[in-house]
């Protein structure tokens, strides 16, 4: 266990440039981060299995997409983009370096770390050679019974070629010896285990010798009675393999003639795209682990031993079915602001108001679009989904209002990745109930996060008698209850006339696709976000050079943009005090003479994920505070609809500037970047709370 008083070396090198950081590598690094939280004592037992669990799980996204992408680049002989100066073989070489140094990690800390600390607290995984008597013969019952009727072994040989493997999917390898029913010799054959199957068996209390939490994984059962998959046969080895596929959508927009219907074709190749790893068990013989590389058309190099599950993510269920609530994180209610627990309408008009998330429900949210429903003067809702979840409260109350009669339009990104089906079905139910559906702009992901209600009300303050009036919500996060809970986010509830029109002209853009509309308070991508921020670094050299306080703050997920980061290192030469709160993938070098000696980057990993981003000019005083949708990434500033919106009231920017220079003294949760690339883990004090822990407990009155 690490001394986390003092400062811990990153061990994932970072492959760098003059000026940047490689992309992938630096996410990689972020995964050891995620992993170094599975050792951290002071967080509850059953978290830190959690976060050895998202720590594969990122992993596995990794391979689907990155690894995918750099290896067609090998294949069709291109270059990486970026200026890292290293070519995809390179790149794919340092990658996979990278990426088995931190699967042998993870297997380590699940062995050696998570194991022992469970079985001290009487959570087993029970090997086969630690099953009592009584526990074999209900594990062959439970063999013979649930699992016998749904396997399927195939034999290999000329009529029975090597199967199809899903992506990600459980499956076997068995060497077998012995002649089947028609006199044949077959060597190998493979075993498929189907995912309605569950990979985790808990032991029942009453067989002798059980524990409160002893649990067999499926993989140990298939192993232990493989003999009878093959009758009159001998399994002589039987080990568990999976294999990750590229899981990367190819659509052509522009010739498509709808887009759902092409995104729903696509969906279902998505299982067989091409090979890019195989994690096969430690123990697996040379000679079996290459005859599956061959046939699956993979490099020794893409071979991952995985000592322990194939799926370390399938251990995420554990901690559900355990009550142990000393070994988790206490649970908390959301403070639901006392000014949004009525009129919504009403409190909106009074004053802005700012929800941040987890710490603030998200059930405003859902009543202000509930009042909409149900409010016979509100006369249209539009609104932007990328990610809301399958069965989703914002998804029902925008069905409520279409039938109640209002004009519903919702623009939902079919494109975002892995919640695609979810989001094809969502649309159908709102087209159904009769809202409007789009689905954005052609070659560009709407990632924007926006509400705009269109409500007719009798005579207010300078108004007139039957004006309409607008009310907005603009958010960092998406419209989704369950991530609420889990993502640090802000939302923006306002009736600011010029905010409202500058929403309601960029979803004219969505919707109508017309020309560009200038925007008063808005800056939007791809037009506006990145000249605007660039616009807001340069007034920050200029008060430098006239020898006024000149200061930036961003936070972000992740920091890739190469023009942003020259304009930073910009205003670094000439004097600017910068902080980034970057929580993953991060290209600019910090702290360098000449370069970047004034530019400190610091990565926040906690109890919730950091996914708000927020930018701060001190702008000479006259300070600017923007929250955004978008990341300083290409994708985000020149190839998807983002934005980004000021905080008006004094008030909220102050809390909101208070709360990043809180992430900046911050030391119990902070990973500080390094000149070579590497991540110290900042200097602490034993017992010392981190960033989220004091805000979650001043939300809490603590």
């Given at each position: 266990m690490p001394d986390l008083s003092q400062p811990i070396a990153e061990t994932t090198p970072v492959a760098v440039a003059p000026s940047f950081f490689n992309r992938e590598l630096s996410l990689l690094a972020f995964n050891h981060r995620v992993l170094e939280q599975a050792k951290d004592e002071s967080v509850p037992l059953l978290e830190r299995l959690k976060f050895l669990c998202i720590s594969c799980s990122n992993l596995d996204e990794f391979f689907e997409i990155r690894v995918a992408s750099i290896k067609q680049m090998v294949k069709l002989g291109t270059q990486p983009p970026g200026g890292e100066n290293m070519t995809a073989v390179e790149?794919?070489?340092?990658?996979?370096?990278?990426?088995?140094?931190?699967?042998?990690?993870?297997?380590?800390?699940?062995?050696?770390?998570?194991?022992?600390?469970?079985?001290?607290?009487?959570?087993?995984?029970?090997?086969?050679?630690?099953?009592?008597?009584?526990?074999?013969?209900?594990?062959?019952?439970?063999?013979?019974?649930?699992?016998?009727?749904?396997?399927?072994?195939?034999?290999?040989d000329p009529a029975h070629p090597f199967p199809r493997i899903l992506n990600k999917s459980l499956n076997f390898i068995v060497s077998l010896s012995g002649k089947d029913a028609f006199g044949r010799n077959i060597a190998y054959a493979v075993v498929q285990a189907p995912r309605a199957l569950p990979r985790l068996i808990q032991l029942p209390r009453d067989v002798p010798g059980t524990g409160p939490y002893d649990f067999v994984f499926l993989s140990s059962v298939i192993h232990a009675y493989a003999d009878d998959l093959f009758p009159g046969m001998k399994a002589t080895g039987c080990f568990q393999f999976r294999v990750t596929r590229n899981s990367d959508l190819l659509v052509d927009e522009a010739e498509a003639d709808d887009l759902l219907e092409a995104l729903e074709d696509e969906l279902s190749q998505r299982q067989w795209g091409d090979t890019v790893r195989l994690e096969v068990a430690h123990n697996c013989p040379d000679a079996m682990a290459q005859y599956l590389a061959e046939k699956l058309e993979l490099q020794a190099s893409d071979v991952y031993q995985c000592n322990g599950p194939v799926n370390l993510m399938r251990l995420m269920a554990i901690p559900d079915l355990i009550d142990r609530p000393d070994l988790k994180y206490a649970n908390f209610t959301p403070r639901s602001p006392k000014a949004l627990s009525g009129d919504m309408f009403a409190a909106m008009r009074e004053r802005d108001q700012l929800l941040q998330h987890p710490y603030d429900s998200f059930a405003p949210v859902l009543e202000l679009l509930r009042q909409a429903a149900k409010d016979p003067n509100v006369l249209a809702i539009k609104q932007t989904l990328y990610r809301t979840g399958a069965k989703s409260a914002v998804t029902e109350a925008l069905i409520a209002a279409a039938r109640a009669g209002k004009e519903v339009t919702v623009v939902v990104e079919l494109r975002a990745r892995f919640d695609e089906l979810d989001n094809i079905s969502l649309a159908e139910a709102l087209q159904e109930a009769g809202a409007h559906v789009v689905y954005g702009v052609v070659g560009y992901k709407t990632h924007a996060k926006m509400m705009l209600i269109v409500r007719r009300e009798d005579a207010t303050p300078g108004g007139t008698s039957g004006a309409l009036r607008h009310y907005a919500h603009l958010g960092t996060g998406n419209y989704h209850p369950r991530t609420a809970r889990m993502y640090t986010d802000y939302g923006l509830l306002t009736a600011d006339a010029a905010i409202c029109r500058d929403v309601h002209s960029v979803f004219l853009q969505l919707t109508s696709l017309g020309k560009v509309s200038k925007l008063n308070r808005l800056l939007q991508s791809p037009f506006t976000l990145a000249t605007g921020m660039r616009e807001r670094i340069d007034r920050e050299i200029a008060h430098a050079a006239k020898g006024k306080k000149a200061r930036i703050v961003a936070k972000m997920n992740g920091l890739v943009e190469q023009e942003m980061i020259q304009a930073l290192y910009a205003a670094s030469q000439a004097g600017v005090s910068i902080d980034l709160i970057v929580r993953g993938m991060c290209c600019l070098r910090p702290g360098v003479p000449g370069l970047s000696e004034n530019i400190r980057v610091r990565s926040i990993i906690g109890r919730f994920l950091e996914h708000s981003r927020v930018f701060y000019f001190h702008n000479g005083g006259d300070k600017e505070l923007w929250l955004s949708s978008a990341d300083w990434m290409e994708r985000n500033l020149f190839r998807r609809v983002e934005i980004a919106f000021p905080l008006q009231d004094k008030k909220l920017r102050e809390r909101v500037i208070d709360q990043l220079e809180a992430y900046l003294a911050d030391t119990a949760s902070s990973w500080l970047l390094q000149q070579d690339g590497t991540y110290l883990r900042a200097p602490t004090e034993p017992g010392t709370k981190g960033v989220q822990i004091r805000i979650l407990e001043e939300s809490l009155g603590g």
């Open positions: 790149l794919l070489g340092a990658v996979g370096s990278g990426a088995h140094a931190l699967v042998e990690e993870q297997y380590r800390v699940l062995n050696e770390v998570m194991i022992p600390a469970l079985e001290r607290e009487k959570i087993r995984f029970v090997r086969r050679q630690e099953w009592t008597p009584e526990q074999d013969a209900w594990l062959s019952s439970y063999f013979q019974n649930e699992l016998l009727p749904v396997l399927s072994p195939l034999g290999l």
